[in-house]
Nanobody, 126 residues
Framework: QVQLVESGGGLVQAGASLRLSCAASGGTVSSYAMGWFRQAPEKEREFVAAISRIGSSRYYADSMKSRITISRDNAKNTVYLQMNSLKPEDTAVYYC???????????????????WGQGTQVTVSS
């Protein structure tokens, strides 16, 4: 069973950039499609981005696609989410998730994923 640990969140001002990382252990990240979700206070968890096992396919939520890039380094067992031009409405807990092989592409909903990290807080001040 793979364990996922997110890092890189923090408090930033509007317009800043952050790069979130998701480190996997207990498994080989190249075996999994990976995704990022976020959950703002009193809102449901929502899809942000997904990347296929070898990074050949990527998919982004429309609300953020012009400002984010998902990438992976399978040699380091790590997935990244680069976020630019952050806005106060991007404030949320950001979660990394892994999906075992199989299933449709892109994996857009929580139930598409099998493993989750604990999340990292991103707070954007105005």
């Amino acid at each position: 069973q793979v364990q996922l640990v997110e890092s890189g969140g923090g408090l930033v001002q509007a317009g800043a950039s952050l790069r979130l990382s998701c480190a996997a252990s207990g498994g080989t990240v190249s075996s999994y499609a990976m995704g990022w979700f976020r959950q703002a206070p009193e809102k449901e968890r929502e899809f942000v981005a997904a990347i296929s096992r070898i990074g050949s396919s990527r998919y982004y939520a429309d609300s953020m696609k012009s400002r984010i890039t998902i990438s992976r380094d399978n040699a380091k067992n790590t997935v990244y989410l680069q976020m630019n031009s952050l806005k106060p409405e991007d404030t949320a807990v950001y979660y990394c998730a892994a999906r075992r092989p199989g299933g449709s592409w892109p994996p857009l909903v929580q139930y598409d994923y099998d493993y989750w990290g604990q999340g990292t807080q991103v707070t954007v001040s105005s």
